[in-house]
């Protein structure tokens, strides 16, 4: 484990350290860092001007997780349903998007949402005539580029326990009565938690902290965490606050992981009692 060990030590801990000790000091007058032990970095980061940014950021991550976990459930369903010879194709599909480059699938959802774009042309050939809507550099514009950038891990994360899933169960439900609808929320359902969940995560905790999105879909319009941490560094020049900025931020980002990680082996403590019920 040693070279995995001082991988993670040397590219993690040791920039993670270096970021949390530069959170203690001053910013200089001329910008620059004046090395005066001080908390009132943290302190701001609690003021209600920056709160109020860290909650529309969660409150965007948490919608964008919201859609991307039920479109993926559902395309994970599906893809996990088909003939097992058709799965790989369409996971090969789903993955599809991650062979190009981030910034290109971010550009071309300006191409889609913009005055001229694909969508407004789509309206005008079926007979629209009014003013083309606003749907680039809005929130759900972001929303909408988040869940399409990050929608692939949620339907990996959900496929991993549908494709494992014993048939058998939900036809033992559906002998015993219980329709089909009934079959999912009881059955499939609770066994899949857990896949729910890590997709979640991964869509929350990428999304939170993302700054390119909200740039180019937002234009400016607003601010994420992100890109406040972004301007702090490279544009304020005030790398103390910018760095008591990004640790709240990986904080927010350990307690999300924390939690998921109790919820996912509580489920499992679940799913091997009902098994264990089942086979006495």
Known sequence: MAPALAWLTALMVVPCALVLTLAFFRRGIYGGIEYTVTLENFGLVFDPLY???????????????????????AAAYAIAAAPRRL?????????????SNYLIRTYAWIVLLNREGLITQLLRWVGYTGEPPSMLYT?????????????????????????????????????????????????????????????AVFVFVL???????????????FQMIGNLVYDQFLTVNDWPFG????????????????????FADRAAGRTIEARGGADG
Do not use: H
């Open 51 to 73: 709160a109020r940014i860290f909650l529309k950021s969660a409150y965007i991550a948490g919608t964008a997780t919201g859609i991307a976990v039920i479109i993926g459930y």
């Open 243 to 262: 760095a008591a900025l990004a640790i709240a931020l990986i904080a927010v980002m350990l307690l999300v992981l924390m939690a998921q990680s109790q």
């Open 87 to 99: 799965q790989p194709v369409f996971l090969f599909f789903a993955v599809l998007p991650f062979w």
């Open 207 to 221: 999304s939170i902290g993302n700054f390119v999105t909200p740039a180019l879909l937002g234009g400016g319009r």
């Open 139 to 199: 929130e759900g514009a972001v929303i909408a580029g988040l869940v399409y950038n990050y929608l692939p891990f949620v339907i990996l994360a959900c496929y991993a326990p549908l494709s494992r899933l014993n048939p058998e169960l939900g036809e033992a439900s559906r002998d015993l009565g219980a329709s089909s609808v009934t079959t999912f929320r009881r059955i499939i359902l609770p066994l899949t938690v857990p896949g729910i969940a890590a997709g």
